[in-house]
């Protein structure tokens, strides 16, 4: 037959046609724009790839030291920090409220936070020998404002993590990564309980009785990773002994848990979302070393996730 614009099997086979194409696009489109966004949707499968910068850690020992260096020289007592926020502006979130900072720290009206620029910090003189006052200090990502960094002990117990489990696993790993590799706690023991041997490297797994005989000792600061938080009595005691006021050892749960001070709801999408914290960008947090991830042969994608 041919076609005609007066034949009404010519207006049929059109309107077909155009039905068609149509539907095609309503497929095709979503599926194309689906497949250039997955690498960055999906950031827990690329996030191991890229490797941390030889100085990043040293960069924020410096300002770490300068804290501790400022109050030495105008006799402060430091009063440990919860939070840290490292760009431009350096902001404390105080382990308790300081009403009178060093310079070049300024604080807020009710002394729970301390901020100063980072130029001024660089000026700081160091002193000689480091503490093992930030030993449990790691970064746990970024938000708006710079580098996020926590000190994990003071939870006062337990940090859990919650969310998609290979999230969870890239998060304990970046943890584990610094507090093995970072200049300011380098030493630092970490011990397992219940995790697989090899997930986190060179590990010293011990039973639930040794984690509360490390914890209740207190010798060194430490940190203990679990699979989930113990039950029974060596759980209990061991959620009380963190607790205790001055306590040195932090501890992590791989699992959420009732007993946990702070949980971190982690998502594949590279972000974590807690009530401490807010929405933390823990895919910017990279690795020292790189880990053996199964990958696809895309190189836009390392770029994508550091945009």
């Given at each position: 037959?041919?076609?005609?614009l007066?034949?009404?099997?010519?207006?049929?086979?059109?309107?077909?046609?155009?039905?068609?194409?149509?539907?095609?696009?309503?497929?095709?489109?979503?599926?194309?724009?689906?497949?250039?966004?997955?690498?960055?949707?999906?950031?827990?499968?690329?996030?191991?790839?890229?490797r941390?910068?030889?100085?990043?850690?040293?960069?924020?020992?410096r300002?770490?030291?300068?804290?501790?260096?400022?109050?030495?020289?105008?006799?402060?007592?430091?009063?440990?920090?919860?939070?840290?926020?490292?760009?431009?502006?350096?902001?404390?979130?105080?382990?308790?409220?300081?009403?009178?900072?060093?310079?070049?720290?300024?604080?807020?009206?009710?002394?729970?936070?301390?901020?100063?620029?980072?130029?001024?910090?660089q000026?700081?003189?160091?002193?000689?020998?480091?503490?093992?006052?930030?030993?449990?200090?790691v970064?746990?990502?970024?938000?708006?404002?710079?580098?996020?960094?926590?000190?994990?002990?003071?939870?006062?117990?337990?940090?859990?993590?919650?969310?998609?489990?290979?999230a969870?696993?890239?998060?304990?790993?970046?943890?584990?990564?610094?507090?093995?590799?970072?200049?300011?706690?380098?030493?630092?023991?970490?011990?397992?309980?219940?995790?697989?041997?090899?997930?986190?490297?060179?590990?010293?797994?011990?039973?639930?009785?040794?984690?509360?005989?490390?914890?209740?000792?207190?010798?060194?600061?430490?940190?203990?990773?679990?699979?989930?938080?113990?039950?029974?009595?060596?759980?209990?005691?061991?959620?009380?002994?963190?607790?205790?006021?001055?306590?040195?050892?932090?501890a992590?749960?791989?699992?959420?848990?009732?007993?946990?001070?702070?949980?971190?709801?982690?998502?594949?999408?590279?972000?974590?979302?807690?009530?401490?914290?807010?929405?933390?960008?823990?895919?910017?947090?990279?690795?020292?070393?790189?880990?053996?991830?199964?990958?696809?042969?895309?190189?836009?994608?390392?770029?994508?996730?550091?945009?």
């Amino acid at each position: 037959m041919n076609w005609s614009l007066s034949h009404p099997e010519s207006h049929l086979m059109l309107t077909m046609s155009v039905v068609l194409f149509l539907g095609a696009l309503a497929f095709v489109v979503p599926t194309i724009i689906a497949h250039r966004r997955r690498p960055v949707s999906d950031a827990a499968a690329w996030a191991d790839l890229p490797r941390r910068e030889e100085g990043a850690a040293w960069a924020t020992d410096r300002v770490l030291r300068s804290v501790e260096a400022s109050c030495t020289v105008a006799r402060v007592g430091f009063p440990g920090f919860v939070r840290a926020v490292v760009g431009p502006t350096v902001r404390l979130d105080l382990a308790s409220p300081t009403v009178a900072p060093p310079e070049p720290w300024q604080t807020t009206p009710d002394g729970r936070s301390w901020s100063a620029p980072m130029w001024a910090l660089q000026a700081v003189p160091l002193g000689q020998t480091p503490s093992t006052q930030f030993a449990t200090v790691v970064g746990l990502g970024s938000d708006q404002d710079g580098a996020v960094l926590v000190d994990l002990r003071r939870a006062s117990g337990f940090v859990a993590l919650d969310g998609d489990r290979t999230a969870r696993a890239a998060v304990a790993r970046r943890i584990v990564d610094q507090v093995r590799t970072d200049p300011w706690s380098v030493g630092t023991p970490v011990l397992t309980v219940g995790i697989r041997g090899g997930e986190f490297g060179p590990a010293d797994a011990v039973s639930v009785g040794e984690a509360v005989a490390a914890v209740a000792a207190d010798a060194t600061p430490g940190l203990l990773v679990v699979h989930g938080v113990p039950g029974g009595s060596e759980g209990r005691e061991l959620a009380r002994l963190l607790e205790r006021p001055g306590g040195r050892w932090a501890a992590l749960s791989m699992s959420p848990d009732p007993l946990a001070r702070w949980t971190l709801d982690c998502r594949r999408d590279g972000t974590f979302v807690s009530d401490e914290f807010g929405v933390v960008r823990w895919v910017d947090q990279l690795l020292s070393t790189v880990a053996a991830v199964p990958v696809e042969d895309d190189a836009t994608v390392v770029e994508e996730l550091r945009a």
